[in-house]
């Protein structure tokens, strides 16, 4: 009896490390947290049918276990809930800040979204009609794709060195954002960035938090974005201007890091803002962002009343 109880035990736990972590729908109708098993010939966690089911706490104690179950559906990989803070990162890539005539900052600039942002990574992208085309603009909408950081042990004060200790892992995020309210309705000096980027729905994220295991430094990532198929961005996340560690670091100063903060850091070059002959996204529009070792996201733009 004690030798089968131990067969069973070891059947049920896995011994490896975690990889892609990812919250979804199984075809028996439940939410699980798991482990992503890829398809062959892909690194895209969206690509994947099934994991391995994971119990216990993704922002704390977990395991991996051997039972597997059939993905119906990905969901954001946090529940809105489980998010405590969305911080955001503007002009963190030179050539990004040179296409929109900004000026390199000396320091990370810092701001937010609300949780109530947060989207799966294949739902659509609601528009409202007070973002839509009227008759006295154009909705500007455009695309931003960024790495995205999740933190899984609170952090306050501490050092570049001590940063990524910090980290769970990786995944992949769209700043959606609206030109028009951001800075041509801003108001006067700077634009206002809450009215232009933080409506709902508009920071899909996921397919997958992929671990420091499998990517222990996230400055050596291709990123992009897709409009309907074309590429649009295609950069490295080595061109940042200030790396992930230094961003989590800088934050932490004075504003506690807690398990579940997302830390949105910043797109690079190839978003409409700038382009002399802009083509604003519009209902419709499917775009994909996607990180290297990671997965994408594919959303469509929806024009809702």
């Known amino acids: 009896m004690f030798l089968s109880r131990a067969l069973a035990l070891l059947a ?180 206002q960035f809450s009215m232009g980027k933080g409506a709902d729905g508009w920071a899909p994220w996921g397919p997958a938090i992929v671990t420091t295991d499998i990517v222990p430094d996230p400055q050596v990532l291709n990123i992009w974005t897709k409009v309907n198929g074309v590429t649009m961005q295609n950069d490295t996340t080595a061109n940042m201007i200030f790396g992930v560690a230094h961003l989590i670091s800088f934050f932490s100063m004075g504003i506690t890091l807690l398990p579940g903060d997302v830390i949105f850091t910043g797109t690079p070059k190839g978003v409409n803002l700038g382009k002399e002959n802009p083509q604003w996204l519009t209902d419709g529009d499917v775009i994909e962002v996607g990180l290297e070792n990671v997965g994408t996201c594919t959303n469509m733009l929806q024009y809702v009343n």
Do not use: C
């Open 12 to 191: 049920l736990f896995s011994l490896g490390n975690s990889e892609r972590l990812v919250r979804f729908l199984a075809t028996d109708g439940k939410e699980y947290y798991g482990d992503a098993i890829l398809p062959s010939g892909t690194v895209d966690a969206a690509k994947s049918t099934s994991a391995k089911v994971v119990v216990g706490d993704i922002l704390g104690d977990f395991k991996v276990t051997n039972q597997v179950k059939k993905i119906k559906k990905l969901l954001a990989p946090l529940p809105s809930e489980r998010v405590r803070t969305v911080r955001m990162v503007g002009l963190n890539y030179v050539a990004h800040i040179n296409e929109t005539n900004s000026t390199i900052p000396q320091w990370p600039i810092l701001f937010y979204k609300p949780w109530t942002s947060l989207n799966t990574p294949s739902d659509p992208i609601p528009v409202s009609p007070g973002y839509q085309n009227q008759t006295n603009f154009t909705s500007t909408m455009d695309y931003e794709t960024e790495l995205v950081v999740v933190i899984k042990k609170k952090a306050f004060n501490i050092t570049d060195e001590e940063a990524l200790d910090h980290v769970l892992g990786f995944t992949v995020g769209h700043d959606v954002s609206h030109r028009g309210w951001q800075i041509d309705r801003g108001g006067l000096p700077q634009p």
